[in-house]
């Protein structure tokens, strides 16, 4: 279950034909209420695309009904055409159900600088709201369609759903396999709820869950225009959720998507977890382990099952951070490799063999800690992104 | 000729052992004088290895007469036992030159992490005094065997020559090929020169070349912790240089051997220039060319012949620089695909089956220019850093 796993919430995938494969490639998440709450976070590229510029707009307003997505097409840079076709889109899904553009939130994905072809997507709105008004609009098959059409280069659809004692539910969907690196967010997320919560509340407490989930993936360090992470509250449970409770629990989702994304990110072998600790403060730890993360020399040696310890303090060096440079220590997958800026244990004992990695760096400055996920950078990712534009 | 192309130098390479491949690995470039002139640029990784610390100490007294090379280890993060390793290499220069170690800078590149053998270096050097006390230690040869000597994965020693109708010379050879991606300077680099010019000169001149230079080449965005660039000048051939002239042969000679560095830039299939203009300061032009090179999806795309512009705007839009994101202008080999952030003439008209490719961006911000030689990121580069240590 996911986006329809909370009450009040319908969805639907279809095929508009925007895809060259074929496959579903516009999703349509509906909240029936009663509470039209919401929260977004957005990419902080300034190249924002289109559907962004609108959802901004939207935001503004304070009522979401519905968020209309689609693969097969970025729409961004694409010019004043290209935000009427957002627009237009907006329309389309609210004529479909009845309510006001200005209440449809718009996201899409793919390659840039291509125009959208409306006809197809207006068509396929058509198909998503004949979808949205059956009896099996609520169910886990709807939200799995709904999940399936936002992939782009993925190659499984993540889904993650919470139910509280408390007789709350919490669901989500996401995609994003390539440009996977925050600035607020990354990638497409839609995160529904019936909780009873304002929107404030669910802002607080969106923002909490991606500042230390989305925002510290960091697979290919490149930051899309189109990233948008949506929450949604139907508040169709009846039940006002403890705000501590349900930050947690979101936070917990989001992290879970996540990792669901970190495993599913293009071409990877390896996912790897880089562990700053001992750090002066928690911006310094995310410093210093985003460098490590962007270091093509450290993803490659990653990929090549060779544990470098060298292109991990080469990259720890470039940055800013409070530390001795000869005061670190690195351990990979268990095995203490450098103490204090020397050798320690051979590094023929890391066993690179397993997909899940571990590097630690306690940089005996502090007390203070951050984890970045990361992949490593592998022929297969060269291949998936020089083969095919997207 | 390089090195050896000024009067008042010799230069020797030898193999000492320290490369598995079993290649020349250590060399050393004398100054015979008048002048004891010095000039250095090191790496700003904070993480600096051992012969990067003892030089800064050397030039703080103020005079050059030798320096020594090695490949097949970098002597980084290998704590006291690698410090005493530098010092020793250079009190067996001394000793055999009869100068003083601190008249001795010393150079290593290679893996970080390891110790160097000082036996094998001490031998070497031994075998490159003999060499340097031979008639033929001042010709085009000898500078070649130690342009070899220093390269690691370089396949290519790259030697740079001038003579000034004004009677003085300059030459240079330089080795890097990973890692590249400069703090004040990037890779090795060894220039001497027969004018008459103080330490002071040398250096203002060095870091006005270097800044527009090496500073600009961002092959794969690492950062070395052994990056250090020399100016030695010996005075022999008697002639004051014009210092303005002096600094813009300096840059031009810089310049060629860039060049050649970013032709042998591991496994890349093609020199990418990303020229910026339009700037409103030269730092945007140079932060906006530089994140452009630092993209992998942008790399890769062009290692896939595919003419992404896309990628290149969802770069820029990571920056801070002053644009107006839906004012900025792109062309890539000629074809203006993107013009005031909309889709201008068809992507399909690009080229880019040549090697050399140029990516023009015009933010329309101002009258500022800079352009950052880059690489694509292909296949072999993963190969190269995945399937060996380097």
Chains 1, 2 share one sequence.
């Not at 899309?224 to 936070?251: I, K, M, R």
Request: aromatic fraction near 4%; include cysteine; proline fraction near 3%.
């Amino acid at each position: 279950m996911s986006v329809t796993a909370p009450a009040g919430f319908t969805a639907a995938g279809v095929t508009a034909g925007l895809k060259k494969s074929g496959g579903l490639d516009l999703a349509v998440v509906r909240n029936l209420g009663p509470l039209t709450s919401a929260a977004t976070v957005f990419t902080t590229n300034r190249c924002k695309a289109n559907p962004v510029i609108w959802s901004e707009q939207v935001m503004r307003g304070g009522v979401v009904r519905a968020i209309v997505l689609n693969s097969g097409g970025a729409n961004c840079y694409t010019g004043s055409i290209g935000f009427q076709t957002t627009h237009a889109t907006a329309e389309a899904v609210a004529g479909r159900l009845e309510i006001s553009a200005g209440e449809v939130l718009v996201c899409s994905t793919g390659l840039i600088g291509e125009q959208l072809d409306l006809g197809k997507i207006t068509a396929g709105v058509w198909d998503a709201s004949l979808a949205l008004h059956a009896g099996s609009a609520a169910s886990a098959d709807a939200g799995l369609a709904a999940a399936t059409a936002i992939m782009t280069t993925d190659t499984t659809p993540k889904q993650s759903a919470h139910t509280s004692p408390a007789g709350w539910t919490i669901g989500g969907m996401a995609k994003g396999a390539g440009m996977l690196a925050p600035g607020l967010a990354t990638m497409l997320v839609v995160i529904t709820t019936d909780a009873v919560l304002d929107s404030g509340q669910l802002d607080t407490a969106l923002r909490q869950a991606t500042r230390v989930t989305f925002d510290r993936l960091d697979s290919d360090g490149c930051m899309s225009t189109n990233d948008t992470v949506t929450l949604l509250g139907s508040g169709a449970s009846g039940v006002a959720a403890d705000p501590a409770e349900f930050a947690a629990a979101l936070t917990a989702l989001c992290q879970d998507l996540t990792l669901q994304l970190q495993a599913d990110a293009e071409g990877s072998a390896h996912d790897v977890a880089i562990v700053v600790q001992g750090a002066d403060s928690e911006t310094d730890a995310v410093t210093v382990a985003r460098a490590v993360s962007r270091s093509n020399l450290f993803k490659t040696a990653i990929f090549g099952n060779d544990p470098n310890w060298g292109r991990v303090l080469a990259a720890v060096g470039t940055t800013q951070a409070v530390f001795d440079p000869y005061g670190i220590d690195v351990a990979i997958n268990g095995v203490q490799v450098c103490t204090a800026g020397e050798p320690d244990q051979p590094r023929e004992l890391v066993d690179l063999s397993p997909r899940a990695v571990t590097v630690l760096i306690d940089l005996h400055a502090g007390a203070a800690t951050a984890t970045i996920w990361t992949n490593d950078l592998t022929h297969a990712y060269v291949e998936e992104n020089s083969a095919y534009s997207s």
